[in-house]
């Protein structure tokens, strides 16, 4: 991806209800692979899920989908039963060999 | 769960020193990469390697840096003399080979170094 663009700077949720945050990415590539990755205050970056874009079923993993939709260059992260832990940075990503990160999206769990 | 581990954690350097960060990727991967991250900014990409040469930089990857692979297990990025804005937090990265799977694979972060010059 050439661009990665998450209008979200800060969302926030309450404990064990749904949560989604949004990605929009612009390329000229034909094959590239789009991610969320989770940072914790630790400041490590923790894969959440993946999608490869020549795959028409969104991913899952657990809690966490993505709703892909390549034509319009979208790519959200449906967070489920949200919990404590969650709260993070939300990065979205893409590309085919480099990645181009997003500015992230700050994710707020309130008890 | 095989990790990618990287060395210091953290480090604090006067402007014009040299660092070198280290990182240890997972066993079986073949391409490696170096990301950073100005504290409350995205992350940029700087440098990504493969088959013991550079495979594409970044305009921030200029002459100050360069990276080496020293031995089968080790990949360091090495700062020549360090400036104020080269405080970050770097990120080594490692993925298995996109060409045997035709596409890009999954890359796994290490920890980070959090570099601060002063």
């Known amino acids: 991806a050439q661009t990665v663009t998450q209008s979200q700077p800060e969302m926030s949720v309450q404990e064990a209800e749904t949560v989604t945050l949004s990605c929009t990415y612009d390329?000229?590539?034909?094959?590239?692979?789009l991610f969320w990755y989770k940072q914790p205050p630790s400041r490590q970056m923790i894969l959440v899920i993946r999608q490869e874009a020549y795959k028409q079923q969104n991913a899952t993993e657990n809690r966490f989908s993505v709703n892909f939709q390549k034509a319009a260059k979208s790519f959200s992260l449906k967070i489920s039963d949200s919990q404590l832990g969650d709260a993070a940075m939300y990065f979205c990503a893409g590309g085919s060999e480099k990645l181009v990160f997003g500015k992230g999206t700050k994710l707020t769990v309130n008890p | 769960e095989p990790e990618v581990t990287q060395t210091p954690s953290h480090q604090v350097t006067q402007m014009g020193q040299e660092v070198i960060l280290r990182c240890v990727p997972i066993s079986n991967h073949l391409y490696f990469y170096w990301y950073r991250q100005i504290l409350g900014q995205k992350v940029e990409f700087l440098v990504s390697?493969?088959?013991?040469?550079?495979?594409?930089k970044s305009e921030i990857f200029d002459d100050q840096f360069s990276v080496e692979r020293p031995d089968g297990s080790n990949f360091t990025l090495k700062i020549r003399s360090t400036k104020l804005e080269d405080s970050a937090m770097y990120f080594c990265a490692s993925s298995t080979d996109p060409d045997a799977a035709r596409y890009q694979e999954t890359q796994y972060f290490g920890p980070g170094t959090r570099l601060l010059v002063l």
């Open positions: 390697f493969y088959n013991n040469e550079i495979s594409e």
């Open positions: 390329t000229s590539e034909s094959d590239y692979y």
